[in-house]
């Protein structure tokens, strides 16, 4: 009873807004829904196509759930390849990556500098870093980009991803952005199998291909089809926190977020 003439009350308050500002038409009325709907960037990298896959998933959830979604990938100036190709060379991207090597990125869409609800900036872990263009663009633009925003560290990694995050996170306040949780996904397959799969794929090699007894144990590289699919369930909730205004300063989701599937992922 109390509850709907509280209803009512707000009811009537809101539409003396509309036909006070917006002159009630049902015109102006699609446009202050249009005006109110919580907007959200998402600025990425993806190497091996693991975050874009898992952000395809993100993104279908998010727009299901009614926000506004604009996507930037990153793209690095100079070309980087994916598999890089020999043991050597995979190598030593990984100690240059370990120290935190920058790979310069070409600009960002105008757009990205406007005012949001929420900033994701997701990629991948290079050894136990945000990857190299993710910091070339903080190195750059973090200040423009993130300076007063609510930004959420998204992260596919093989499994380690901690320091990943807690580096991540003081290079955003740096920025002077307020860091939510993180959204973590480690990919499914038990160790040591997916330490050596990844290595051997990111050399060239097809570790998951052929009869070899090795592929018992590791059938697929990366991130698997239940978790892009776990992914748009976290995005259709996510978005459903925005449009409430939940605090994003609570973890919403477990990090890693743990699939059906056996998942034996570890910090
Ligand atoms: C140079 C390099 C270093 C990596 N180091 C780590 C690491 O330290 N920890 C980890 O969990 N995964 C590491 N990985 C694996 C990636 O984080 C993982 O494969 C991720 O899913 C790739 O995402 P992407 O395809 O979007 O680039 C590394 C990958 C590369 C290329």
């Not at 919580?38 to 896959?53: E, G, M, P, V």
């Not at 910091?135 to 750059?140: F, G, Q, T």
């Not at 925005?242 to 890693?256: E, K, W």
Request: hydrophobic share 40%; glycine share 8%; with cysteine.
């Amino acid at each position: 009873m109390i509850g709907g003439f509280f209803f009512i009350y707000i009811c009537g308050i809101v539409s003396d807004r509309f036909s006070k500002e917006y002159n009630g038409t049902s015109e102006n009325i699609a446009w202050f829904i249009i005006l109110n709907k919580k907007r959200i960037l998402i600025l990425s990298y993806s190497f091996s196509s693991q975050t874009r896959n898992l952000l395809n998933g993100l993104i279908d959830g998010l727009e299901e759930s009614g926000v506004e979604v604009f996507w930037e990938q990153l793209n690095p100036v100079a070309e980087l390849r994916f598999p890089i190709g020999s043991i050597s060379a995979t190598f030593i991207m990984m100690v240059q990556t370990f120290l935190r090597k920058r790979y310069p990125v070409h600009p960002v869409n105008p757009i990205c500098f406007e005012q949001w609800d929420l900033v994701i900036l997701a990629g991948p872990t290079w050894s136990y870093n945000p990857s190299g263009p993710v910091l070339s663009l903080l190195d750059r633009d973090g200040k423009r980009l993130f300076d007063g925003k609510t930004v959420l560290p998204f992260i596919s990694c093989r499994g380690y991803w901690r320091v990943h995050y807690h580096g991540i996170k003081a290079l955003l306040r740096s920025c002077g952005a307020k860091v939510a949780a993180p959204i973590v996904f480690s990919h499914p397959t038990p160790e040591p199998w997916r330490t050596i799969g990844v290595f051997l794929k990111l050399a060239g090699k097809v570790p998951e291909a052929g009869n070899s007894w090795f592929r018992r144990f590791y059938p697929k590289y990366g991130h698997s089809r239940q978790q892009v699919e776990d992914c748009r369930m976290i995005g259709l909730e996510l978005g459903q926190y925005i449009i409430a205004g939940t605090s994003l300063d609570c973890p919403l989701f477990p990090a890693p977020v743990r699939s059906e599937e056996k998942d034996d992922s570890e910090g």
